[in-house]
């Protein structure tokens, strides 16, 4: 597996359940999952690859995870998790490897349970683009997080899940 093609048994979307967190920048993950899922390559190019919208609260994704690599039977290093990334501006996104959780909850949670970071991380950007007030670039995650996305962002969120699933299937 290379970061160039990498391929996966499981893929993950986190998020929150509720539905009032369904169009939200914190509910990235599950957003590409319904992406995902409307891509035909996944039905003749991918018959052993499982994915799933996690089903609790973004900080107790580690036990969805544990249970999801259990089910499937893959390992760690086979698995993709989908979440927003606040460090990372609006329109990008970052495949990686084996990276600490830079204080994202859901990441340190899957991290503890099941025992490693050795997993890749498809990181969707959530940070506002400039030209942003110095104010604005220096909010905290939680304070923007969970407000719904705008009509402008979803149209950079969808470029973004176009290109990044070029790169994983």
Same mark, same amino acid.
């Given at each position: ?31 590409f999952i319904d992406y995902l899922m409307t891509?035909?390559k996944l039905q003749t190019e991918n018959s ?66 099941? +025992? ?18 110095? +104010? ?34």
């Amino acid at each position: 597996m290379n970061a160039s093609n990498p391929k996966f048994r499981l893929i993950v979307g986190l998020g929150n359940p509720d539905s009032k967190y369904a169009n939200t920048y914190h509910n990235v993950g599950h957003l590409f999952i319904d992406y995902l899922m409307t891509d035909p390559k996944l039905q003749t190019e991918n018959s052993n690859l499982q994915i799933y919208k996690s089903t609790v609260f973004m900080n107790l994704s580690g036990m969805f995870v544990k249970k999801m690599l259990k089910k499937s039977g893959a390992k760690p290093e086979q698995i993709l998790i989908v979440h927003d990334d606040s460090d990372i501006e609006i329109g990008k996104y970052k495949l990686s490897f084996g990276r600490g959780a830079a204080g994202h909850h859901g990441v340190e949670n899957i991290q503890a349970t099941i +025992k490693t970071k050795k997993f890749w991380r498809l990181r969707i950007g959530i940070r506002p683009q400039p030209p942003y007030s110095l +104010k604005l670039r220096r909010i905290k995650a939680e304070k923007f997080v969970l407000k719904k996305i705008t009509g402008a962002d979803k149209k950079l969120l969808e470029k973004v899940f176009e290109k990044s699933t070029t790169e994983i299937i």
